[in-house]
């Protein structure tokens, strides 16, 4: 009998958009998500990291997860695997643990884990070699190791490290048996794809982080992987993929086929494995061009709006004219359209930014910008040698990427 699990990571639960919340495009997620694994047949759930946005989610959030726990009960899935991404706090995720083992809701978090799955029968039906995000901090780095270069070797290896303990760990536990066995981690692996705005791609800019793929168990037969937002099966193999978030976490990744990954497993067979897509709960829409071109797209918009029913359109707009306006939002709110169906929940005014930043007062802008962008900026103004700026670029990215990793709220 082949086992089914159902493979997503990167719900970012809490997460907001320009201040907006977005509950209601994730409540809706959730019960497609339940409709889903109970429809599909699933008996294994994996959530492979970043569950929540913030290592302090509000108690709404963590009410709609626990909620979401709660029914999987009701769905037929005899278990759900989660492990912590970068973004979540290992301590709130792991705290219900020790409860949620009662539910067979298995949580990893401080650790790697090798986890023995049961069938309702009692008997073991597939083996998880489970390894949570590892924070810099993690690893006991040697002072001696002075370049970036060497960090980074001491951090692949100390992955390294990990899952080979967990799958010795995972076949002594098996002892023998012929069960099917999935690997589940939280990494950048090297090759990957990532797009603007997506929050993943400014960590790794020049930085040298990226997993190879060789550390993975070979007792593993498909890893469910979590990080990158974009969905993709590693260095082209089927069985080695990210699922990608289930909702764009940005308008970069408007146009993206969300998506969630389901594989049968059998003991000694390749993984056949397969993809459902994520309906789109509410569209978003970046317009970018001057303001006859922003009336244009409007008006194109309003007669293709959603329905009532449907969530309202959000839409960014980027204003690039040459003309310096300043009342640019007032403007545009005052052009023809739905307001029902469509908000415009963001107005950047990329001229004006541009003139600002040449008057050096870039403070007020800084919110339009990625660190990334205000460091090149800086670069630009400094009038710093082009030979220069890559080198001083990766500089940056990984001291920016140690800090956000270091257990702040990014
Ligand atoms: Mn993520």
Redesign the pocket.
Known sequence: MAIRILHT??W?LGRQLYGRRRSSEYSAFLSWLHETIRDEQIDVLLVS??IFDTTTPGANVQREYFEFLGKLSETGCSHAVIIS???DSPVLLGAPAALLKYFNIHVVTAREEALLLENRHGSPMLGVIAVPFLHDKDIRLSSELETSQDKMQAYHEAVAARFRSCERQMLEILDGRDIPVVGMA?LFTAGGATVDGD??RDLYVGSLSHISPSVFPAAACYMAL????VPQCVGGMENIRYSG?PLP?GFGEAAQRKQVCIADLEAGQPPDVKTLEIPVFRHLVRICGDLRQIEERLSILSSDAPTAKALPTWIEIDYDGDEIIDDLSHRIERMERPRTTMEIIAVKNLRKAQAILRQQEQAQNLEFMTPIQVFKRCMEDNGIDQCQRTGLQAAFAEIYHSVLTCGSEE
């Not at 979590?226 to 937002?229: A, E, R, S």
């Open positions: 990571s990167d970012h990291g970043d991404g970068n973004h939280h929050g993943v979590g990080h990158l937002h978030s976490m």
